[in-house]
Every structure is written in structure tokens, then in C-alpha cells.
């Protein structure tokens, strides 16, 4: 099994910076892509962004330019740095892995998300 547990959430002002942080846990032999995602209140869960494993990225257009998504492979780790935060980008962010354990078992895993609030 697969655990993530992120941190890093918090409020701010608009216009302030935060740094979320995924690690990846349990019985892990490999893990290919991990992302980061968002769910507002009363929306549907969407995509912010995600990295291979070999550090290509992709961005949601609203966020491109202010975040930065990154891993640390050793670390089983991905960072999403947010810079420029609106109000908008108020939501609980989830961390998402694409990860194969020892016995070649392939899991896809959600970490417990975290809250992310940003204010006028």
C-alpha cells in the first residue's frame, strides 16, 4: 500500500506564497507520475499540476506562471511552490501518485488533502 501525506497549507493575503509539500510512503518500488490537485467548495476536484518521474510538468492555464511543481525522487517527495495567490486559488489541494510497490502492484493514491485559503 501506498500512503501521501501533504503539508504546507495555510492562509494568506492574496498576493502571498506558500509551499505545499507530498511525501510518498509504504511498500515503494517505483513511482511514475504525481500531481497536485484542488477541489474549491461546491466545484469539482481539477488538476493544478503534475511531473514524471523524469521532471517533465504540465499546468492548469489558471495557474500557469504563479506555481511551480517539483519532486524529489529519492525523497519520494513533490513540492508544489504558490506565488502570487489569488482568492481563487481557496481550495483543499491533493496530492496524487502513480506508483508501483514491490510485489508490481499498481496504485493510485490520494493523499488526505490540504487547506489552502487565500484573502482579499
Known amino acids: 500500500q501506498v500512503q501521501l501525506v501533504e503539508s504546507g497549507g495555510g492562509s494568506v493575503q492574496a498576493g502571498g506564497s506558500l509551499r505545499l509539500s507530498c511525501v510518498g510512503s509504504?511498500?515503494?518500488?517505483?513511482?511514475?507520475?504525481m500531481g497536485w490537485y484542488r477541489q474549491g467548495p461546491g466545484k469539482q476536484r481539477e488538476l493544478v499540476a503534475t511531473i514524471t518521474r523524469g521532471g517533465t510538468t504540465n499546468y492548469a492555464d489558471s495557474v500557469k506562471g504563479r506555481f511551480t511543481i517539483s519532486r524529489d525522487n529519492n525523497k519520494n517527495t513533490i513540492y508544489l511552490q504558490m506565488n502570487s495567490l489569488k482568492p481563487e486559488d481557496t481550495s483543499v489541494y491533493y496530492c496524487?501518485?502513480?506508483?508501483?510497490?514491490?510485489?508490481?502492484?499498481?496504485?493510485?493514491?490520494w493523499g488526505q488533502g490540504t487547506q489552502v485559503t487565500v484573502s482579499k
Open positions: 496524487k501518485a502513480d506508483a508501483f510497490d514491490y510485489g508490481g502492484v499498481r496504485h493510485y493514491s
Open positions: 509504504g511498500r515503494i518500488s517505483s513511482i511514475t507520475d
